[in-house]
């Protein structure tokens, strides 16, 4: 199988010299290890399994660059749309910005600069960048250590419950040319501590961007962490992202993935069930248009036994774009008495567009709970003509349906003020959707 | 121009079979019609074109309602007319609350009539009020549309729906089909409290049964397409006695 040629990466020896902590050996051992593993992988390429349904046109054929400091100020930092907030971290192209940001103090919450932390040496978030997850097939995670620059880190104190939402908006600007941010968030949860992260990723309405995150999440015993993801980038953006968890006992990790934006998306959240008691939910919703790619992938990994986790996810695809979610479940031979079940409903509004729902289950346990589902379908003309009759013009019929449909998976947010902000960003897809 | 609802030689087919054979049929405001048949004389069917459900071909004749030409309207349209349909089965909708579909329908309806919206805490003290009569527990107005409700809940949730559309012709597709004696009762109690000089029903069943708490001004027998007779209210007695033998064999 032969790489596909990028000039991705071609700068790197320039340039990693002059990034943060470069003369700390632990940090620069974490980009030799991403560009080695970039180089090895290239692009994500087809005929990976893991890369089947997403292949990233634009990263291929597009001159891309990676994104230097902002030239231009951000078009927007309404993020996700919250109502209220804890703190709001903003980071411009990958890069904390202080001076956008708005960083109250919050009682146990730590807001810092990933570059800061790097120029620091701080062991913690040095441990978490590099906690062993691999990036085997996530050749972009590689590609993003590699270029290991800035972001933010968030650190709750044992004990200590930061509520109310802490938003990181991730926003990319326009710049003359193809340019790739990467955004690296860490956050690390105390023992007991609980927090609400929501992050948030937009950009400018029309060009070319990519946007590479990762975020590396570090939970102590009994930690809580609600993780909402709201992706509503530009109509030609490309958004890759990463995610890693290790939940450990009694930890709760509850994860929310709402994707309507993008031209190419794909989002990656993997968790690893490491101690007994632990219990997470990766649910999401996702809407795409157009020749809209949008990619759900989960992988989670039983390791440990008496683990429970729960995922559900819906999405609507218009025109000819496709929706993918593939849900990875492994068992490790000692996980008994875990519970595992997956969902994924599709529904289609176009004879053209496409759902490809890859479950998997590997189960090395014999005491288990596994179950995963699938459904792929259209409106129903039936529901239609009911809502219809009662006066309902069609347009709005189908909207109420289609809030109805997303609104079964949105419900499952814990966070109030999150749910209703995931809502309306939801209905106002839906909305232009009908006025196109 | 004629008020009420007025068809005029009605010819309908499905799929190239003439189900409806010329339906003529005049239901003056305030009045309550029954129509009775055996099954697959096109009961259902003539229900079901009123009120502009797809998958029919209307070949001849024609409906209207105060002066308007139903046909050429949408469903949506006819809804705004002051028509309603009781459906004989209703349809689960996960995700939409009772309460949500029907303030959706309500501010629908005043749109398109030219009215304001109604104010959200006047419409659920109207909807608590409603919901009372039929003896529908305040949690079913919170649980998604006729999801999980049962065959008997789904119908008065039908009569709950026709009480807070106040439509000026309603028409009951076998809304007694599957209800036992005290549910039938509580139907048609919600029917007769809505009896008024400018409301007309329609209503549509198999049995006389429901016809002894609806008591209907005009009983029409609907047989292999047409009407084959009216009368009063004895008519419906006189059926449940001889059956529709009669009309099967002659047709």
Known sequence: ?436 | MTNGLVINDLRVSVEDKEILKGINLTIEPGKVHAIMGPNGSGKSTLAHVISGRPGYEVTGGSVTFDGHDVLEMEPEERAALGLFLAFQYPVEIPGVTNTTFLKTAVNALRKARGEKEMDPMAFLKMLREKAKLLQLPDDMLKRPLNVGFSGGEKKRNEMLQMAVLAPKLAILDETDSGLDIDAIRIVAEGVNAQRSPNRSFLVITHYQRLLDYIVPDVVHVLAYGRIVETGGADLARRLEQTGYADYTTAA
């Open chain 1, 1 to 436: 199988m032969n790489l596909i040629q990028t000039p991705l990466l071609q700068d790197y020896a320039a340039t990693a010299a002059a990034l943060p902590g470069a003369g700390d050996p632990r940090v620069a051992g974490l980009r030799e290890a991403g560009a080695a593993d970039f180089r090895r992988q290239g692009l994500p390429h087809p005929k990976v399994e893991a890369w089947r349904y997403t292949r990233l046109k634009d990263l291929e054929t597009l001159p891309f660059g990676r994104a230097a400091a902002a030239e231009a100020a951000p078009a927007s930092l309404a993020g996700a749309g919250l109502a209220a907030v804890a703190a709001r971290v903003v980071l411009v192209d990958g890069r904390f910005a202080a001076d956008l940001s708005t960083l109250p103090a919050v009682p146990g919450l730590t807001v810092r600069s990933l570059k800061d932390c790097l120029e620091a040496g701080d062991a913690a978030v040095i441990a978490a960048l590099d906690k062993g997850v691999s990036f085997e097939q996530a050749p972009l995670a590689a590609l993003a250590s590699a270029y290991l620059e800035d972001g933010a880190v968030l650190a709750v104190e044992a004990g200590a419950a930061v509520e109310q939402p802490v938003e990181v908006v991730a926003v990319s600007t326009s710049a003359a040319g193809p340019r790739i941010a990467f955004p690296r968030l860490v956050v690390l949860v105390g023992e007991k501590a609980s927090l609400t992260l929501v992050e948030s990723y937009t950009g400018p309405a029309h060009g070319a961007y990519a946007v590479d995150a990762v975020t590396d999440i570090a939970l102590g015993e009994g930690a809580t962490l609600r993780h909402y993801v709201f992706q509503g980038e530009g109509a030609e953006a490309t958004h890759v992202s990463a995610g890693r968890c290790d939940v450990p006992a009694d930890a709760r990790y509850e994860g929310f993935i709402l994707q309507l934006g993008g031209k190419t998306t794909r989002r990656e959240m993997r968790l690893r069930m490491v101690g007994s008691g632990g219990d997470a939910r990766i649910n999401g919703a996702y809407a795409a248009k157009g020749d809209g790619i949008c990619d759900t992938t989960t992988e989670v990994q039983h390791i440990a036994a008496e683990t429970t986790t729960d995922q559900v996810f819906k999405g609507v695809l218009d025109n000819r774009a496709r929706g993918i979610y593939q849900g990875k479940v492994h068992v490790h031979r000692d996980a008994q008495r875990i519970v595992g079940n997956q969902l994924h409903n599709g529904l289609l509004l176009s004879r053209n567009a496409e759902v490809d729902c890859k479950p998997e289950l590997e189960i090395y346990a014999d005491d288990v709970k596994c179950s995963h589902g699938a459904t792929c379908g259209e409106l129903s003309d039936e529901q239609v003509f009911y809502l219809c009759s009662r006066g309902i013009d069609p347009a709005s019929a189908r909207a109420l349906l289609l809030h109805a449909f997303l609104a079964e998976a949105i419900d499952l947010i814990s966070d109030e003020g999150v749910r209703e902000a995931f809502s309306a960003r939801a209905d106002a897809w839906l909305a232009e959707r009908e006025t196109a």
